[in-house]
């Protein structure tokens, strides 16, 4: 996984638009791409994960797109309220216990 | 189900105090882990465990001890505190196997060294 340094990289977008959130992961041999939501002083929260072996899957309000060729990762939100407000992170399960490798983490600010 | 809880919710330790961070889950997950997070940074790994008596080091396990004695609890030990140890740590579960629910996260202990 990667971290970020102090700065969070930030999506500003307005209310009502669709937000793109990017994310680079580092192993090729991971089972499951998953995105979690950090709302100020909580726990991550599951969002949506997509298996290796797909490069596409919807949920409610929001896709997850991969690409295993340039080992990229983007989840999209349609029509972005302001409580997707939060710090998004992607991360990468794979190995024993199915841990997670949490990557780059981008906050999402939602103007009114 | 409570979930994942995790006590305390803040703490404020001296340079060289031991404290435990408990963590609790009411799940019957086999799996748990303990977590760090830096501010503006993502979650590393300290330790985990796929069951009870068994647990193993993550990323991050230098100043940290874990037990697992039990399914539900996974208490997670400083011993000789340090200002690097200054982070939120955060517990998570899940049930064994690579499909299913992905991990539940507590709320989070906000643990300050100085």
């Known amino acids: 996984g990667e971290s970020v340094g102090l700065h969070l990289p930030t999506l500003s977008v307005q209310e009502g638009d669709n937000s793109i959130i990017n994310c680079a992961y580092s192993n090729s041999a991971s089972d499951y791409f998953i995105w979690y939501k950090q709302e100020s002083g909580k726990g991550p929260q599951f969002i949506i994960d997509?298996?290796?072996?797909?490069d596409k899957r919807q949920g409610q309000r929001v896709t997850v797109l991969l690409n295993k060729t340039v080992k990229h990762l983007s989840l999209q939100i349609a029509a972005t309220q302001p409580g997707d407000s939060a710090v998004y992170f992607c991360a990468e399960k794979g190995g024993t216990a199915s841990k997670l490798t949490f990557g780059t983490g981008t906050r999402l600010q939602v103007t009114l | 189900n409570a979930g994942v809880t995790q006590t305390p919710k803040f703490r404020i330790l001296k340079i060289g105090q031991s404290m435990t961070l408990q963590c609790t889950q009411d799940m019957n997950h086999n799996y748990m882990y303990w977590y760090r997070q830096d501010p503006g940074m993502g979650l590393k790994l300290i330790y985990y465990s796929v069951g009870a008596g068994i647990t193993d080091k993550g990323e991050v396990p230098n100043g940290y001890n874990v037990s697992r004695s039990t399914t539900e609890d996974f208490p997670l030990r400083l011993e000789l505190a340090a200002p690097s140890q200054t982070s939120v740590y955060f517990c998570?579960?899940?049930?064994?196997?690579?499909?299913?629910?992905?991990?539940?996260f507590g709320p989070g202990t906000r643990l300050t060294v100085t």
């Open positions: 998570a579960s899940r049930l064994q196997g690579p499909e299913g629910p992905e991990q539940y």
């Open positions: 997509i298996r290796s072996n797909m």
